[in-house]
């Protein structure tokens, strides 16, 4: 079975994506990604795959935006 999940950052924050095998729990590589603040994507989850989705608060915003400059 497939499903389609679709990601909305509309809150001003943007959304961090990533997937993972349920059963070893390892991420899937070359899978996911950032979803910037005001954009959509979709992400498709397939094989009993995990979707982890987690909107990026300010002080996490600027921590990787301080790290992305160094």
């Known amino acids: ?3 389609t999940i679709t990601v909305k950052a509309n809150h001003g924050w943007p959304v961090d994506v ?3 095998d349920p059963k070893s729990g390892e991420q899937i590589p070359n899978y996911g990604g950032r979803v910037e603040a005001g954009a959509t ?3 498709i989850c397939h094989s009993g795959m995990d979707l982890h989705v987690h909107e990026v608060q300010p002080d996490e915003a600027a921590a990787s935006s301080a790290e992305a400059a160094a």
């Open 18 to 20: 990533k997937g993972t």
């Open 1 to 3: 079975m497939t499903t």
């Open 41 to 43: 994507q979709d992400f």
